[in-house]
């Protein structure tokens, strides 16, 4: 739970989406309620019943600029197991941003310790997650995405099969077969990693920095890996558990699962896999022109207006 981009001033005005998660995933903070499917402003609107702790988390969430008067809350978003929270640092923080969710946090074990009786209970896994919210984002974009949250989980609980192959998935103007969390498909950011199969060594370095920091951003990943450098990148970007969209040209049938490698990111919802092509039981060496389509598809996913 500890990502930070370096080279950043996280003292200067800037938006900023924060991230914690309950120690051991607990569901303390609330339970979802409602249907994925439920019409807005009715009961059965996907939502989340805020236990105590969790209203009191909400509550230290809004005295926030108590404590720090440089800041505005934005939005806020409290699951059954995590939060996200948008801040606005308006002028220059007098202190880390870091320090500001350490007061927090602590406010909020405060009162798990308070409600439960209990002085040595802890909230919070160690550490936050932060994703600097860029003045290229359209920030009523991001705030829509913490709101459709409970929705999502809902969505997860109510249709497993969003985790097994799909066929005929339109999008970008591109017919897909998924695998995977098709979910990453509508996430706000995206970015493409393409690399010459004759990249240096530099550029690939290069481009690797530049996935790391989209992927600090809160982008999604999004790559067919077929040259050295793409699958160098993309290896760094799921072993330091960011999310992926991985393209490939041969066909997803019912049996298809991810390698064992990615296996584990596919549970978590890290991953979708995307094919363009038929199934085929046969090894085939993808040609020049598949090539070109997988990142000719990839560029479209990457686009604003996919």
Not at 25 to 40: C, E, H, K, N, Q
Request: hydrophobic residues 40%; aromatic residues 6%.
């Amino acid at each position: 739970m500890k990502r930070r981009a370096w080279h950043h001033d996280y003292h200067a005005r800037q938006f900023i989406l924060i991230t914690l998660t309950t120690l051991g995933r607990r569901p303390l903070l609330g339970a979802v309620a409602g249907r994925s499917d439920g019409a807005p402003a009715t009961p059965q609107a996907p939502h989340v019943v805020l236990t105590p702790l969790g209203e009191a988390v909400a509550k230290a969430w809004d005295e926030i600029p108590l404590h720090d008067p440089e800041l505005d809350v934005v939005a806020l978003q409290i699951m059954p197991d995590h939060l996200h929270g948008i801040l606005h640092v308006k002028q220059k923080l007098n202190r880390h941003l870091g320090r500001v969710v350490m007061g927090f946090k602590i406010s909020c074990t405060h009162a798990l310790r308070s409600l439960i009786g209990d002085p040595s209970a802890t909230l919070w896994s160690q550490g936050y997650n932060d994703s600097i919210l860029y003045p290229d984002i359209n920030l009523d974009t991001w705030k829509n995405y913490l709101r459709d949250n409970p929705r999502r989980l809902l969505l997860k609980r109510e249709n497993p099969q969003l985790f097994t192959t799909r066929h005929e998935i339109s999008r970008a103007g591109h017919t897909f077969a998924a695998l995977g969390n098709l979910l990453l498909l509508d996430y706000p950011m995206k970015h493409q990693v393409q690399c010459s199969r004759r990249a240096s060594a530099e550029e690939i370095a290069d481009k690797s920095r530049e996935a790391l920091d989209a992927a600090l951003r809160g982008a999604v990943i999004v790559s067919p890996a077929i040259s050295f450098g793409e699958k160098a990148i993309v290896k760094t970007i799921h072993e330091a558990g960011f999310p992926l969209i991985l393209l490939q040209y041969k066909g997803l049938t019912a049996f298809s699962r991810p390698t064992k490698a990615l296996l584990g990111a596919c549970t978590a919802g890290r991953l979708l896999m995307l094919s363009l092509g038929e199934p085929t039981t046969r090894h085939t060496v993808i040609t020049r022109d598949q090539c070109l389509a997988l990142n000719a598809a990839a560029r479209a996913l990457c686009s604003p207006l996919a």
